[in-house]
């Protein structure tokens, strides 16, 4: 038995431990959609200005878009450590779908678990079967990574809600059918302003959007919201109107997991590239990846990521097992773990290459910028750190 056999029924032992025999099919069967496109389909994607339409068509059709949401609404009633396995496969075959983070991950989770039945019947089969999309807005151009910060407010008109503010760096708003909108409502008891969500339709009068110009290789543009007196009927407040905090959380913990995958992701078609150029790569005698210095930072990359991706399991399987403070926690480090191997894979993975890592055909230095969106969004790095003192170690706060 090779030394690369070995490594391969250690790796599928592992699978067979960490892994249900229907998550391993669903990830053999959402490798094999992934391979059917592949990297160039979605460079010719981005290249053109569209969107990957063909590829979220067919995966919708398989089932996989919505897999996380509620059997009775046209989900596949599984968890976030299903979507997760999507999101993963799809960036290992080099074409990953970052408006599953954004519309099953996170609106989907928040309007199946605290949404009322008027609203999960609407948005849940729509989001399930892919005709439907929603983006979610939280950042604003002032707050950055503080949430208390938010200034986005919604105010009672009547029986209506009026809602006035701003938010940058809000993913496919060009292609969502709404967005669900973070805002603050004041307490009529304490007359502090608690946080609330509200789904926006895309075409409601004040909602307005502009694209922001960024160097990212990406389908999915980005924009800046405008919300100027913009008037909804109750029916908009998501849940209750007094637990806006926990509904919050309970989308941002599946958004750090998905991260997390599409991280890992783009890091594992990395280093599968790098690895393949080293091994039939020749400059002298042998193939460079019989030198130390090429075969060993590929090999700790390899190593960072697979424990990336055990973290990242770990706060699926207790987001999903219904354990919100464990999970917060699991996919705050899973999240920081996954966006360091991200960035370190990608760039060894250029390196390994040399001149050719940075040319269109092989397609690796594109991934440089988006290897960093990780470290970045949807918090960064430090506040994560931040987090892991504060809150595991019970070190004192700074601010």
């Not at 460079?43 to 509620?70: F, I, M, Q, S, T």
């Not at 806006?244 to 590239?273: C, D, H, K, S, W």
């Not at 990242?312 to 705050?332: F, S, V």
């Amino acid at each position: 038995m090779t030394a690369s056999h070995a490594a391969a029924d250690s790796t599928a032992a592992l699978g067979t431990m960490l892994e249900t025999d229907e998550q391993r099919a669903l990830r053999a069967a959402v490798a094999a959609v992934g391979k059917r496109y592949g990297r160039a389909y979605f460079e010719d994607v981005v290249r053109d200005g569209r969107h990957p339409d063909e590829l979220w068509a067919d995966a919708a059709k398989a089932g996989y878009l919505g897999v996380n949401l509620p059997e009775e609404y046209g989900g596949g009633g599984a968890g976030i450590t299903e979507l997760a396995i999507v999101l993963e496969e799809l960036g290992v075959a080099g074409c990953p779908l970052l408006m599953l983070i954004v519309s099953p991950a996170i609106c989907g989770t928040v309007i199946a678990r605290f949404g009322t039945e008027e609203q999960r019947r609407e948005w849940l089969p729509g989001l399930a079967d892919g005709s439907r999309t929603m983006a979610f807005g939280i950042t604003e151009p002032e707050a950055g990574s503080n949430s208390h910060r938010i200034t986005t407010t919604a105010r009672r008109d009547g029986d209506d809600w009026v809602l006035t503010g701003r938010k940058v760096f809000v993913s496919g708003v060009d292609i969502a059918d709404a967005t669900l909108i973070v805002g603050r409502t004041e307490d009529a008891k304490t007359g502090r302003l608690k946080p609330c969500l509200f789904i926006v339709p895309r075409d409601a009068p004040g909602f307005t959007r502009s694209a922001i110009d960024m160097e990212l290789f990406a389908p999915e543009k980005q924009f800046e919201l405008v919300l100027e007196d913009v008037r909804l009927p109750p029916s908009a407040l998501v849940g209750d109107e007094d637990a806006g905090l926990l509904q919050l959380f309970a989308g941002l913990n599946p958004e750090r997991v998905m991260t997390a995958a599409f991280a890992l992701g783009m890091a594992r078609y990395a280093i599968a590239q790098a690895v393949d150029y080293a091994n039939t790569r020749q400059v002298w005698k042998d193939p460079i990846g019989a030198h130390q210095a090429i075969a060993h930072p590929l090999a700790q990359a390899h190593i960072d990521i697979e424990m990336a991706r055990l973290m990242t399991r770990k706060a699926a399987q207790l987001y999903d097992a219904g354990d919100d403070t464990g999970a917060g926690e699991a996919a705050n480090m899973a999240k920081y773990a996954a966006g360091e191997a991200a960035v370190r894979a990608v760039d060894q993975a250029v390196h390994t290459l040399g001149g050719n890592g940075l040319t269109r055909e092989y397609g690796l230095a594109s991934m440089i910028t988006g290897a960093r969106v990780a470290r970045i969004a949807p918090v960064s790095r430090e506040m994560i750190l931040n987090y892991v003192s504060h809150q595991s170690l019970g070190l004192p706060k700074s601010y």
